[in-house]
């Protein structure tokens, strides 16, 4: 049976509501307020929301963000173009005038069970599959790892995860979460390298209506999202410098303020922080601000890239043949004797993140009964990690050969082509441009931009500051 949840100030409205859905079989919720129904409730239990716009206290849009993903439908006595594009454009699933005929209530709401999966329907397919979501290595490190995370699972200190890109640092955080007593909560994951800075502290902390142009309504902020939940931090070291002060207040405080906000609002969130990069070193440097840094580094986790992982990589690489198999609804195939010594060879410097890839590609292109070396490309992938300079400095490459350059010099520009210059325009131009500017230049996003640099490692460095005369 769904289960509804109506969210009205005016009990009138909600009565007349709630006998429409009840007599069509379905379980009908009520709360007059969206701190009511934050406090009442817990919102993923429900299939679907069906909010006023106008409220007391926080705007009834409030509750998309809240309650995500259970799909939210605002219905509203103050009917108009602009607020209901507002509310499609912060995610509700439709829009309804009071009154609104009985008729008209039902087809949106079928509809809208219809074409958005219920929340429980969702954990227990989950729960179905969880046993088979991870991976559990036996490399001594790994082993360490899981034991760390069941101990630091059960408190609510903040977590600092480090280890190089593509680790799988997100993965560990979720493991952290889903053992600890806020499982039942959302987890809220946010890259701080993926939101442009002149939006990261709006999106983190929310905004009050007219707090700047453009801010047409109140917005939750992702960490009030994550109230009674687990706030996941992704390469914190990508944090502004002003955000981070307005983090550390949160993390000392354990309130927040929504910008143009007078008023400071308690959250219950766990924090946990992820980068690849030495956070000891930016702030000994002052590009991360050592308080900070003190307040997220309680329980460390470690994470050892994949090259130091010795057998396990080729157990992960079986595992991943075939998970993938299954998820891509291919033949399972096994890997060849020559493809597993390939797997073993290879540095993998974009660590499982670039193994899964590398299957994924294996699993699709295969033809016979076994994945070969050439279904993986990884013997093409070899020479793009040799072509980042140790220096970070200018691209180069090794001399050519004249006895062999014949033989391989078509193979390489073919293969290193695209990479190569992706490296060399960036190193060239990243003095004069932005990285808007860089990414609009290369025809990519800001964060597929951000995630080639880190593959590459090509940082950018910063303008030294000037000294006042």
Known sequence: MPHVLLVDDEAYQRQSLRKILESHGIKVAEAGSVASADQQYDLLTFDLVITELRLPGDSGSELIALAHPVPVVVMTNYASLRSAVEAMKQGAVDYLAKPCAADDLLAVVHEALAQHPTVKNNKQIETDASENSYFEGACPLLAKLYVNVRKIAQTDSTVLILGETGTGKELTARRVHESSPRASRRMV????????????????????????TGANTNRIGL???????????????????????????????????????????????????????????LAQDNEFRQDLYYRINVLRLVIPPLRARGNDIRAMAEWFAGTIARRLEQPERRLSDHALESVLRYQWPGNVRELEHAIERGVVMAE????????LGIQQASPIARLVPADRGRATSPAPNPESQSDTSAATDEELSLEDYFHRFVIEHQESMSETQLAQKLGISRKCLWERRQRFNISRKKAPKQKPA
Do not use: M, W
């Open 223 to 281: 960490i009030e999202a994550a109230d009674g939940g687990t706030l996941f931090l992704d390469e914190i070291g990508e944090l502004p410098l002003a955000a981070q002060a307005r983090l550390l207040r949160f993390i000392q405080e354990g309130e927040i303020r929504r910008i143009g906000a007078v008023t400071s609002k308690r959250v219950d969130v766990r924090l946990i922080c992820a980068t690849h990069r030495d956070l000891a070193q």
């Open 368 to 375: 016979g009964a076994e994945i070969e070396v050439a279904d």
């Open 189 to 212: 994951a946010v890259n701080c390298a993926a939101i442009p800075d002149t939006l990261i502290e709006s999106e983190l902390f929310g905004y009050e209506k007219g707090a700047f």
